[in-house]
């Protein structure tokens, strides 16, 4: 039940609150995925501190904003550059949110060493 709250956090941060400008920009920008990934980062935290202990939840998602930034900088600019084919630009978008949940996933088996 725990792990499904931390998803449910990811969802609020990476596509709830990601504006249009955001998810259209951040491929291209620096300014723009930095953005994405601080409103993610305050969600994901508001949602840690729900599961974890608070010096639990700072770690896990410090761990979790970085690797998010990651995996956004490779793949944000992958879907951009396909943004016009919809059978390329899906699968990638797929494969962001797999990876995403993946990390969260370690981080949440994890999150006992991962304490700041």
């Known amino acids: 039940m725990n792990f499904l709250i931390i ?3 990811h969802w ?3 596509f709830v609150l990601q504006t ?3 998810a259209n920009e951040k491929g291209h920008s620096i300014k723009w995925l930095l953005l ?3 409103l993610y980062t305050i969600t994901l935290l508001v949602t840690a501190s729900l599961v974890f202990s608070w010096q639990i ?3 896990y998602t ?3 904003a970085l690797l998010h930034l990651v995996t956004d900088f490779f793949t944000s ?3 951009a550059r396909f943004a016009d084919k919809p059978r390329i630009f899906y699968p990638i978008l797929g494969f ?3 990876l995403h949940v993946a990390c969260l996933y370690w981080a949440y088996l994890n999150a006992d060493i991962l304490a700041l």
């Open 7 to 9: 998803l449910l956090g």
């Open 12 to 14: 609020v941060g990476d």
């Open 20 to 22: 249009s400008s955001m």
């Open 36 to 38: 994405h990934v601080l």
């Open 57 to 59: 939840a700072f770690g």
């Open 62 to 64: 410090v761990i979790s």
């Open 77 to 79: 600019k992958l879907a």
């Open 96 to 98: 962001d949110q797999l």
